[in-house]
């Protein structure tokens, strides 16, 4: 279990060095919620009912979303590119672990598109971006953070196999945006849409985190938002898990583990 | 005892072309190998581009399953005890590519030292060790970005060791080296294989096969086409002489021209700017001398010599053509 620890802290550190010198994750991280931030308040702001917590966090949300889609597949792609994936799966540690590790660095990278979001709708926008249940907001984060880094490791190993994987995971971004009412309620979606948001675990991070920034959600009702957060999460870890087996063996016999 | 065992390995890629209409080959990198490689041997692999060197190399660091075959490393199944073997084997991939180049050698060496599980206790003076093996202690701090190739391939090697491996693969290690950084990097293989470790080594230096394997096998399209000591194999080509011809401007059609005589055996070029020189086997030896240059008769030929068969002429008659 030590061993594992170190793995997965060391790995964590490596990443934080590989990631911040690179140009496309900063952009991910920090100016795509910017723009996404300020284009949200522009059409949202003459709305009935318009909250700028709602559009802040959701807007925060959207960036860190994107910067996972992104860096979950990239740190697998990049190991490769550089020649460094072959000597981390042939080391004894296993590679879930390593790209784990890898993931929190990513995460506390992603963590900026709230900052950067709240400095737009308070400073820019010199809106009140006061927090409602700032405990219950507190526990919805790391239950959110949690939940995306369980995506993070879902989205990793599929590059394992297709390299161009990145390309097309980018095309998830918007239906992630809008089936899990990051940046308006899903309650105006069809209704056919809604068993899509409820499986997955970003809809319940936006809707706790939504619901204790307004103060919308009881006690009771945040609890099992977060219950089926942790659920959701849950089934993608181990759904990860099992795509790591699969596609590190299928990635063994095909020898895809170190073309560039 | 055999520390490898490969028994009838077959390797095979399918390669996909195309968008819409999707086009697949198969390509076979290996074709029915079988190896046995003694405890404490250095061993070597050679071939030209393309002749399955790595593919084995991966295979035997369970980095690729075979498509058929058997292969045991130090008794683990390289396929199905993958996750034991691991912690016996180190390999060097060749090239300068697989470092971190953002962190300094120490770094690299400090997070490889986490992943095989090396002793905390231990880990300090392990990688000191290493850093002294391979002479890299004074620049160990600095980041990988600024190493020459050089120094990053002798971090390979201090990577590679740092768990001490009973068993070492060495991909063309010496690739793009100067030659100091070749002879250096030689004489640490050579300190390896008197601790008694077993060193496959694959290579496209012919010279350096000689001076450092007990035995080798020469790879061709997938297939073992000869194995045996430096000396045997040197035995195979004992009956032919070289002639080398420093040529000007020759083209295919010169060389077919001499591959159709019937007294040479093999006819390889080596480009050097505008010159060239023609290496062509033969049993006549100096008797073939006249034959050849009126074979050549267009041509401006300069310094003409003949000489015995070495290895890498050995490597030429087996292979067929240079590459």
Redesign the interface.
Known sequence: MI?YA??FI??AK?QM??VT?SIFMLFIALLQPFFIAILAIYMLRDQAGFEPVYVIVGAGLSGLFSTILFTGSNSVTRERA???L????????PLMV?MGGKMVANLALALTSMVVTYVVGAGMFQYPVAVEQPAFFAVSMILALFSLWTMGMLFAPLSILWQPVEQVLGGLEYPVFIFCGFLFPIALLPGWFLPISYALPPYWAARSLQGSSLGTLESDEIVLTWLILLATSGVSLVAAGMLFRIFL?LG????T??FI | MNAIELENIRHV??VTTGTIRRRSKEIVAVDGVSLQIEEGELFGLLGPNGAGKT?IV?IL?????PTAGRVTVLGFDAVKDA?AL??QVG?V?G?D???????SGRDNL???A????ID?KKVRSRIEEMLELVGLRDRADERVAGYSRGMKQRLHIA?TLLHDPKVLFLDEPTMGLDPVGARDLREIIKRLQSEQKTILLTTHYMFEADALCQRIAILNEGRIVAQGTPEELKELVSDQSVVELEVFGAETEHLDRLRGLDYVDSVSIESHDLRQVLRVQTKLGERAVPGLLASLENLDVGKVSVREATLEDAYVHLVGESE
């Open positions: 061993y170190r793995i060391l790995s490596v060095l590989e010198a550089q020649g460094n072959e000597l981390l799966e042939a080391s004894p540690a390593i063996r063994r016999r095909k020898g583990l170190g | 890629f399918r593919t991966k660091t369970t980095l690729l399953i996750a691991r912690f390999f991939l090239g590519r697989g470092l971190y180049y953002r962190l400090r997070y490889f986490e992943l095989y599980g905390t990577r």
